[in-house]
């Protein structure tokens, strides 16, 4: 299996702009494969205004940028593609929306039956978790044993994502593809650049 490489969610976000000079930082400072921005309140206005500054960084660091469940707005928004975390959106659906060059990735909570369906409805990645406390999905832990099968036996690509810690991610790293961290890089203590180095190194990137 290749290194897993680097997957960053975004805090829910109320401002892109005052965001930017993070993110500019962390993909500056190591290679990011695809970046997840979340919007602190649902509301389509300020979705485009989050996602404005966000894509020129992320293109201009030639890094994927995916929205959070609204498939609707990638076309218009310019970004690369969507993350469905809520379940009762249908990978079909947005795939038909988006056509076959964006990227349409799905969370499966920590339901092998939930990834396998996704992943046979199309979905170009599937994200399992959370990996340990947090409150992503219904807070059921994603066992490492579930990512040792999936490897073994799924060729989609799967994520690891929720309560991602360096140390989370270093025993992640023979059976995920991508390591979905945001507060270890976001929250790190000497800043987001520092973090996603660090995240990098235990990597071996």
């Known amino acids: 299996m ?10 829910p976000l109320s401002d892109g702009a005052e965001f930017a000079p993070m993110l ?18 649902d509301d389509e206005a300020l979705i485009r205004r989050v996602a404005d500054p966000l894509r020129e960084i992320c293109h ?9 469940d609204h498939f609707r707005l990638v076309r218009p928004l310019g970004l690369d593609g969507v993350h469905l975390a809520n379940p009762r959106l249908n990978v ?29 409805a199309g979905a170009d990645y599937v994200s399992f978790g959370p990996v340990a406390a947090s409150d992503l999905g219904d807070g059921q832990i994603a066992e490492p044993a579930l990512f040792e099968w999936w490897s073994e036996m799924i ?5 690891a994502e929720g309560g991602v810690t360096l140390e989370l991610a270093a025993a992640l790293a023979g059976t995920a593809d991508f390591i ?26």
Do not use: N
């Open 2 to 11: 290749d290194e897993p490489r680097i997957y960053l969610v975004t805090p």
């Open 60 to 68: 201009r660091h030639d890094v994927a940028l995916v929205a959070t």
């Open 180 to 205: 979905a961290a945001d507060s270890a890089v976001w929250d790190h203590a000497e800043g987001p650049a520092a973090g996603v180095c660090a995240l990098s190194a235990l990597l071996g990137q």
């Open 24 to 41: 500019d930082a962390a993909l500056t400072a190591a290679r990011v494969a695809c970046v997840r921005f979340r919007v602190a309140d």
């Open 155 to 159: 060729t989609t690509p799967v994520v």
């Open 92 to 120: 079909r659906e947005a795939r038909k929306a988006l056509g076959d060059d964006a990227i349409v990735g799905a969370f499966a909570g920590a339901s092998r039956h939930q990834g396998m369906t996704l992943a046979e």
